[in-house]
C-alpha cells in the first residue's frame, strides 16, 4: 500500500475495508478523539467521517499507530451495507465540513 505523510488531509480506503487516514487528518482533526461516526449521502455518493470523543453503538474506534501518523478504523459492514465497492485501496482526498464538524470524502 501507498503510505501518505504531509501533504493534503487524505483518507484512504483499503481492499480489505479500512479507512486509513493520513498524518495530516490525525494531526488536524483527530487530536483528542478515538472513535469515529460514517455518514452517507447517497444522492451526493459522499461518506462523511465525524471524529468523535467518546464510544457509542454507532461510532468506530480508530487505531493510532504507535510509530505515529497515521490511524485507521474497519468500515466493512458500512460499506457493505451502502454498496460502496472496495475492491482495490484508493485514495480520497479529505475536505472538511466546518458547518457539520466532518470529514467528506466523495466517491466516484
Do not use: C, M
Not at 11 to 23: A, D, E, M, R, T
Not at 26 to 53: C, M, T
Not at 61 to 84: D, E, M, W, Y
Request: hydrophobic content about 35%; glycine content about 12%.
Amino acid at each position: 500500500g501507498k503510505r501518505s505523510h504531509g501533504g493534503e488531509p487524505a483518507v484512504s480506503i483499503s481492499k480489505s475495508g479500512n479507512f486509513i487516514l493520513n498524518s495530516k487528518v490525525v494531526s488536524i482533526y483527530f487530536s483528542g478523539k478515538k472513535y469515529a461516526k460514517l455518514y452517507w449521502d447517497k444522492q451526493q455518493r459522499k461518506i462523511g467521517i465525524k471524529p468523535v470523543g467518546s464510544k457509542d453503538a454507532a461510532s468506530y474506534s480508530v487505531n493510532f499507530s504507535p510509530r505515529g501518523g497515521v490511524a485507521s478504523f474497519s468500515g466493512t459492514a458500512f460499506l457493505k451495507a451502502q454498496g460502496i465497492p472496495y475492491t482495490e485501496t484508493r485514495p480520497f482526498d479529505a475536505l472538511w465540513d466546518e458547518k457539520e464538524g466532518l470529514l467528506v470524502l466523495k466517491v466516484d
